[in-house]
């Protein structure tokens, strides 16, 4: 089993910066991937941005240019720099950790972006 926890969520003014962060606990293997994910209500859970333990990274086109993701994977952790935030990255940002075929989830972060 993998816990994670995320936490940095909060609300922003248009045009500001947040940073998510997720620490992932318990058996753990070298070789994963972790990322972000997001939900707006009424919308259907998306890609924000991932990255393997070898720096491989993939990003939503939404986002491109406007957020990264990174990793410390000694501590098993994952970060989210966001911005030049947009009314529309409002969400429940969530955690993800992959190590194929398991997939797991953290319980989510709000992020919320006001004019």
């Known amino acids: 089993q993998v816990q994670l926890v995320e936490s940095g969520g909060g609300l922003v003014q248009a045009g500001g910066s947040l940073r998510l962060s997720c620490v992932a606990s318990?058996?753990?293997?070298?070789?994963?991937?972790m990322g972000w994910y997001r939900q707006a209500p009424g919308k259907p859970r998306e890609l924000v941005a991932t990255m393997t333990t070898y720096g491989t990274t993939n990003y939503a086109d939404s986002v491109k240019g406007r957020f990264t993701i990174s990793r410390d994977n000694a501590k098993n952790t994952a970060f989210l720099e966001m911005k030049s935030l947009k009314l529309e990255d409002t969400a429940v940002y969530y955690c993800n950790y992959r190590d194929d075929p398991k997939d797991y989830w953290g319980q989510g972060t709000p992020v919320t972006v006001s004019s």
């Open positions: 318990g058996s753990i293997l070298s070789i994963n991937r």
